[in-house]
T-cell receptor
């Protein structure tokens, strides 16, 4: 059951540079995508989302890009800061009124000072 | 900022025992969820709850699992007879109609 895939388990970036986290999905019917950030011993925290009617959504240092034809989305963090070091989960909203989340496996981002 | 709270943070239980994980969702939220994350694996949906009934459950959520909203503030997950493979982090989440899901910090369940 690999409906949402994050192929990079980890990523290391220098402070101030861009972090790019990638996510692929298999079902072309998916139409709402989210990124969550998770620190150790805490629950996932909502970061940013995008609907399939858009190809880009921006919130401060965070931008999510959606390529529907490739079934691919990415999260850009510019500039990266040490406090951004966390696990980032891509998720898809699925199930009509239920709106359950289907998560990817996560990417551990380490931002080096 | 309002948050979802979960208790206990860590629960250690003997195999075969019943366990109840507790959650206090954000007060004006209407939709409630349980997810779990087995160590090294992805976060998986277990069950959703709306209007005092289960709206959807996954294949994982078998007869050993139940959920309840016993009063206006708590939302509980009960595992009737725990198995070793139930060891995981269990996350509660809640949301209002047009909001993303807000998660608690989880309960680490260890089955011995």
């Amino acid at each position: 059951d690999q409906q949402v895939k994050q192929n990079s388990p980890s990523l290391s970036v220098q402070e101030g540079r861009i972090s790019i986290l990638n996510c692929d999905y298999t079902n072309s019917m998916f139409d709402y995508f989210l990124w969550y950030k998770k620190y150790p011993a805490e629950g996932p925290t909502f970061l940013i989302s995008i609907s399939s009617i858009k190809d880009k959504n921006e919130d401060g240092r965070f931008t999510v890009f959606l390529n529907k034809s490739a079934k691919h989305l990415s999260l850009h963090i510019v500039p990266s800061q040490p406090g951004d070091s966390a696990v980032y989960f891509c998720a898809v909203l699925y199930g009509g009124a239920t709106n359950k989340l289907i998560f990817g496996t996560g990417t551990l981002l380490a931002v080096q000072p | 900022e309002p948050e979802v709270t979960q208790t206990p943070s860590h629960q250690v239980t003997q195999m075969g025992q019943e366990v109840i994980l507790r959650c206090v969702p954000i007060s004006n939220h209407l939709y409630f969820y349980w997810y779990r994350q087995i160590l090294g694996q992805k976060v998986e949906f277990l069950v959703s709850f709306y209007n005092n009934e289960i709206s959807e459950k996954s294949e994982i959520f078998d007869d050993q699992f139940s959920v309840e909203r016993p009063d206006g503030s708590n939302f509980t997950l009960k595992i009737r007879s725990t198995k070793l493979e139930d060891s995981a982090m269990y996350f509660c989440a809640s949301r209002d109609l047009l909001e993303p899901q807000h998660f608690g910090d989880g309960t680490r369940l260890s089955i011995l």
